[in-house]
């Protein structure tokens, strides 16, 4: 690729991941917070920071995790990399470089966004409100994808794009699933009645995946069901394998479509994570630890992007 589309690809790729990123960020808030209490109605905040290996980070300035300070953390914190905010400046900022590739209505939504984040402040964030507010933020997100979706112009861009958001997709559900199902996961077979169906249904609707699991489990919900249908759903687009899927598709349309031959080094990879997914069962998974997987999950993720960053744009 020339020089000019190989920054074009490199900006829209992002701002695909970071739509996404947002997006998650406030179903884990919202879900977190509205279904995951315990037994004394407390919840336990740390386990957000920990899905997103931010420990050293949030500790450094934080000296407990409150409630408070994780939402303020996550969602407006435009220090941390991974808040809402932040991650929504991120986009804007790539859409201002894809200006002229960018239709105005996307231009237009990402900056009210943008400043609807802006305008927000810790003080404006209450607890009871959380909800609420994550559900803003989550129609915003869905908004821009439709927006992108109706017009964007489907040449090479577009694949990128893809790329970037399924990618950051596959990461979020495995970090979603894997801190959930071990706080809900009963250690003891005394504490199996403190964890009951409605914690198992929120952590499926925290991926908008609720009304698409019943179609394939109509009766009853088990942990394993749940974490089969988050990691090998082959039907779900939020589950894993769907994701590695189309990343897979979009790079191999690239190189049909558009001649390219970049991406030798990614597809080498994809096909090896796809394969390794192919032979993982869930009992396997369980057997060998999820936690295990999900690391894995997340650093195929991470050195796919080193791939594609090395093949496309660098």
């Not at 590695?244 to 970049?262: C, S, T």
């Not at 090896?272 to 999900?294: K, N, P, Y």
């Amino acid at each position: 690729m020339n020089d000019l589309l190989s920054r074009y690809a490199e900006c829209v790729f992002w701002k695909g991941r970071y739509v996404e990123r947002a997006e998650n960020v406030a179903r884990i808030l919202d879900v977190h917070e509205t279904f995951t209490r315990d037994r004394t109605g407390s919840v336990n905040w740390s386990s957000v920071v920990t899905i997103h290996a931010d420990d050293e980070r949030f500790y450094a300035t934080h000296p407990q995790a409150s409630a408070k300070a994780v939402v303020d953390f996550y969602l407006l914190d435009p220090e941390n990399p991974t808040s809402i905010f932040s991650s929504i400046r991120a986009a804007r900022d790539n859409a201002r470089t894809l200006r002229p590739l960018i239709s105005t209505e996307m231009w237009t939504h990402i900056n009210v966004f943008y400043n609807t984040m802006k305008s927000m402040t810790p003080a404006d964030v209450s607890m009871t409100g959380l909800s609420q507010t994550c559900s803003i933020i989550k129609e915003n997100c869905q908004t821009h994808f439709g927006i992108t979706e109706g017009t964007f112009y489907r040449d090479a861009s577009w694949y990128f794009y893809l790329m970037g958001k399924y990618l950051e997709r596959a990461d979020q559900t495995s970090r979603i699933l894997d801190i959930k199902y071990n706080i809900l996961t009963p250690r003891e077979p005394a504490d199996a009645s403190a964890i009951d169906a409605s914690q198992w249904n929120a952590l499926l609707r925290s991926v908008a995946g609720y009304h698409a699991f019943r179609r394939t489990h109509p009766r009853g919900l088990s942990p394993a069901a749940v974490a089969q249908f988050l990691l090998f759903d082959s039907s779900f687009p939020r589950s894993v394998t769907m994701c590695f899927r189309q990343v897979d598709d979009m790079v191999h349309r690239l190189r049909a479509r558009f001649g390219l031959r970049n991406g030798a080094v990614a597809l080498e990879r994809l096909d090896e994570v796809r394969a390794a997914m192919d032979q993982h069962t869930i009992d396997d998974v369980l057997r060998e630890g999820l936690h295990e997987f999900s690391d894995w999950i997340q650093r195929q993720a991470l050195d796919l992007t080193a791939d594609i960053q090395r093949d496309f744009f660098g």
